[in-house]
């Protein structure tokens, strides 16, 4: 009778839920399973949906692609530097937002706005700033004598360019995170810290930053993921172009490319699988060190 009662709520359950699995299928695993399939197709008729070949024609093809290999260099040097400074400085500012300063609730929205704003909008306002005859910013490096810098036009600079635009339009959520786990670390552990005269930096190594590895974990994650399908950051801040010289041509980018310019459906969903196992790899590797140097406890 119990058993059967079991049963019966079970089946309720998956009814209620029954919706999301619908909408995450049709939306979610078919897409991801189609794509991995359309990676092998070697000969096919996409308009009748009738394919003549499969293989590994297309993953040959990419990575004997010159534009692929730079696709994955700029993606790997724009990871690089956008996560761990996006973190470094999230984690600075949530740490005063944290302290008693004035006007906390009014930093705390104008840190979060870039993050609600859309991309579109944002790129368009950083094309004026880095601008390199008219930008605010290389007004501001003259008043240090420096000499203005073609930001958006010199392929040096150009990675450059997104990079601080990224950090700029990721930092509101990841302090948010941040924020939150900072006030969750109970002030009893900080009241006896100073009983034993530890200074700031000694309670920042030993306290803060112990108790809140969970949340940089999580925002690491979350923003690494995040940087590795960076796309529409390079479409805006460049005119829909992967900046100059391909300087800022992305995996995303060149996926997009491959898709929408030259209906190249193979290489597309075969680059797709590629940079699917890059950030599974990488996220697997995170987890383990993360098991050995995050405190849950």
Known sequence: MKKSKEIKNFLKGMLYLAPTFIILGIFQIYPIIKALAMSFYTKYNYFKHIVFEYGLDNYISIFKDDNFILAMKNTFIFVLGVVPLSIIIATFLAMILNSNIL???????????????????????????????????????????????????????????????????TLGYNILIILTGLQNIDNQYYNA???????????????????????????????????????????????????????????????????????????????????????????????????????YK
């Open 103 to 169: 006007f906390k609730k009014f930093f705390n929205s104008v840190l979060f706005l870039p993050f609600v704003t859309s991309t579109v909008a944002v790129s368009a306002v950083w094309r004026w700033i880095f601008h390199s005859e008219y930008g605010i910013l290389n007004h501001f490096l003259g008043l240090f004598g420096i000499d203005p810098i073609k930001w958006l036009i010199d392929p040096k600079w150009a990675m450059v360019s997104l990079i601080i635009l990224s950090i700029w339009k």
């Open 193 to 295: 810290a100073k009983i034993d005269s530890a200074n700031a930096w000694n309670r920042f190594i030993h306290i803060t930053l112990p108790l809140l590895s969970p949340t940089i974990f999580f925002v690491m994650i979350t923003s690494l993921i995040g940087a590795f399908k960076v796309f529409s950051e390079v479409y805006a801040l460049f005119h829909k172009m992967p900046g100059p010289v391909n300087s800022c041509l992305t995996m995303v980018y060149y996926i997009y490319d491959k898709l929408a310019n030259q209906f190249s459906y193979g290489i597309a969903s075969a680059a797709s699988v590629v940079l699917f196992a890059i950030i599974l790899v990488i996220t697997i590797v995170q987890l383990y060190i993360g098991r050995k140097m995050v405190h």
